[in-house]
T-cell receptor, first 115, second 108 residues
């Protein structure tokens, strides 16, 4: 089954404790991206990747890191989480990104709370 | 920066009433997509429009892409409670740009 898998789905952590949210897709998609969703602010892009070893900042990259060492995986790293990073996070993938369009496939979401 | 403006932010309708959400861009778009996110769920792709003036229908949903390819609309005829959720428009130009979404509530 074609899917985007995120883990963990729910996490409560404390300020400063490094954490990683994993994202994996099994569709051989080139484009992967991370979003955060906050009430009233819609979906805001954190980072995106057009292909392996290629990553770019989105609209709200501060406090986050990503890596794309393999095509299927795109982990989101919070080196020193802070309470303002409490949010609902979505990973998504697309066959090619760019201007070719095509469907974005979203993961189920990861709800992160930083105390 | 590049963005799409989406209105309204919220819409409350009585079941059976129609609903429309609009997206407007300051630039000409190569394509526009629409997504639906149910409460507690993740965004799910509905449709993509690429041609100027294009109109597509999915049962009670009608999607339009403006002649100038700078605006788009999603119209739902005779809403049902299953239509509840947030509707997003998005376009991609190297990366994907999302509208702020329209949250639809349908009262039975």
């Amino acid at each position: 089954e074609a899917q985007v898998t995120q883990n963990p789905r729910y996490l409560i952590t404390v300020t400063g404790k490094k954490l990683t949210v994993t994202c994996s897709q099994n569709m051989n998609h080139e484009y992967m991206s991370w979003y955060r969703q906050d009430p009233g602010l819609g979906l805001r892009q954190i980072y995106y990747s057009m292909n392996v070893e290629v990553t770019d900042k989105g609209d709200v990259p501060e406090g986050y890191k990503v890596s794309r060492k393999e095509k299927r995986n795109f982990p989101l790293i919070l080196e020193s989480p802070s309470p303002n990073q409490t949010s609902l996070y979505f990973c998504a993938s697309n066959p090619s990104g760019g201007s070719l369009g095509g469907e974005l496939f979203f993961g189920e979401g990861s709800r992160l709370t930083v105390l | 920066g590049q963005q799409v403006m989406q209105i309204p932010q919220y819409q409350h309708v009585q079941e059976g009433e129609d609903f429309t959400t609009y997206c407007n861009s300051s630039i000409t778009l190569s394509n526009i997509q629409w997504y639906k996110q149910r409460p507690g769920g993740h965004p799910v792709f509905l449709i993509q429009l690429v041609k100027s003036g294009e109109v597509k229908k999915q049962k009670r949903l009608t999607f339009q892409f403006g002649e100038a390819k700078k605006n788009s609309s999603l119209h739902i005829t005779a809403t049902q409670t299953t239509d509840v959720g947030t509707y997003f428009c998005t376009y991609n130009f190297n990366k994907f740009y999302f509208g702020s979404g329209t949250k639809l509530n349908v009262k039975p």
